[in-house]
């Protein structure tokens, strides 16, 4: 059985960092895309990137360029993203989905959400 | 990359048909036949409905299809249950990114 897992909830400042993980189990880590996807509280959706657990390429939506850091950890099936310098507009449910291709978020798995809250 | 275009809500009663519609452009939705739907309800993760335009995943009814014409693709959910009761949001690729729609909450009378 498919499941991805995350990390718990944090609290953060103004400034700081933080690191999410997700880790797989149920599937070959290696065969599916990881998409990570956020949601700010009574908002939509907006898609970051994705990383391909197989040779470690990402993708970034380009707003979080320099910002963002997407790895993985195939000995532990495991995928990460960071956040750097974060800001009170970056408090949100990050989560994290598999999918077979990086073209659409066609994501039949999806982690449990990891609520980033940033505040001083 | 803006954010595809929903409708903020519609609604129908049980056993009613409800249609959503996702706007995008010739870059996105018009080029490609990567739209995806997602169910979401709340404190849950979104759940995949429909995937590359018109195909069911294993265990979604098939009350739920989907369609595309030109830069707009749409979800039709025929005979209405209260479970529906949800947010929608599409997804297309566009060449590089993927993008979300601003979501559609549908409201079972």
């Known amino acids: 059985q498919v499941h991805l897992v995350q990390s718990g909830a944090e609290v953060k400042k103004p400034g700081a960092s933080v690191k999410v993980s997700c880790k797989a189990s149920?599937?070959?880590?290696?065969?599916?895309?990881i998409h990570w996807v956020r949601q700010a509280p009574g908002q939509g959706l907006e898609w970051m990137g994705w990383?391909?657990?197989?040779?470690?390429?990402?993708k970034y939506v380009e707003k979080f360029q320099g910002r963002v850091t997407m790895t993985r950890d195939t000995s532990i099936s495991t995928a990460y993203m960071e956040v750097n310098n974060l800001g009170s507009d970056d408090t949100a449910f990050y989560y994290c989905?598999?999918?077979?291709?990086?073209?659409?978020?066609?994501?039949?798995?999806w982690g449990q959400g990891t609520l980033v809250t940033v505040s001083s | 990359q803006s954010a595809l275009t929903q409708p903020p809500s519609a609604s129908g009663s049980p056993g009613q048909s409800v249609t959503i519609s996702c706007t995008g452009t010739s870059s996105d939705v018009g080029r490609y036949n990567y739209v995806s739907w997602y169910q979401q309800h709340p404190g849950k993760a979104p759940k995949l409905m429909i995937y590359e335009v018109s195909k069911r995943p294993s265990g979604v009814p098939d009350r739920f299809s989907g369609s595309k014409s030109g830069n707009t693709a749409s979800l039709t959910v025929s005979g209405l249950q209260a479970e529906d009761e949800a947010d929608y949001y599409c997804s297309s690729y566009a060449g590089s990114n993927n993008v979300f729609g601003t979501g559609t909450k549908v409201t079972v009378l």
């Open positions: 149920g599937y070959t880590f290696t065969g599916y895309f």
């Open positions: 990383i391909n657990p197989n040779n470690g390429a990402t």
């Open positions: 989905a598999r999918a077979y291709l990086p073209y659409g978020v066609n994501s039949d798995y």
